[in-house]
């Protein structure tokens, strides 16, 4: 991001850059609320840092240390009745 660009841009180009860093890191299409979470921490860590990389180097280590991609979560459903896996699912189990 050049540096004459606009707060704005940048929280713009952050959601992208997050969004396609988190559907490789979770093995899947992040949901929109995780998506919002880490953009809040960015929110949160921009104004500190003295630059737009530095802020992101830590707003994608927290990506990299949030269960969604430290443990294979499994989905959980309020009657725990047998369902198919979805191809993210199937996919996250061959991997490990």
């Known amino acids: 991001v050049p540096e004459n660009e606009s707060t704005e841009d ?4 952050a959601k992208q850059v997050l969004q396609r860093f988190m559907k490789r890191a979770f093995r899947r299409p992040p949901s929109a609320e995780e998506v919002d979470g880490i953009l809040d921490f960015y929110r949160q860590v921009r104004p500190k840092a003295p630059t737009f990389i530095q802020a992101m180097r830590q707003t994608l280590s927290m990506v990299l240390v949030s269960p969604q991609f430290l443990y294979l979560v499994e989905p959980t459903e309020a009657n725990s009745v047998a ?14």
């Open 10 to 13: 940048e929280t713009l180009y």
């Open 83 to 96: 369902r198919d896996l979805t191809p993210y699912e199937v996919a996250s189990r061959l991997s490990y």
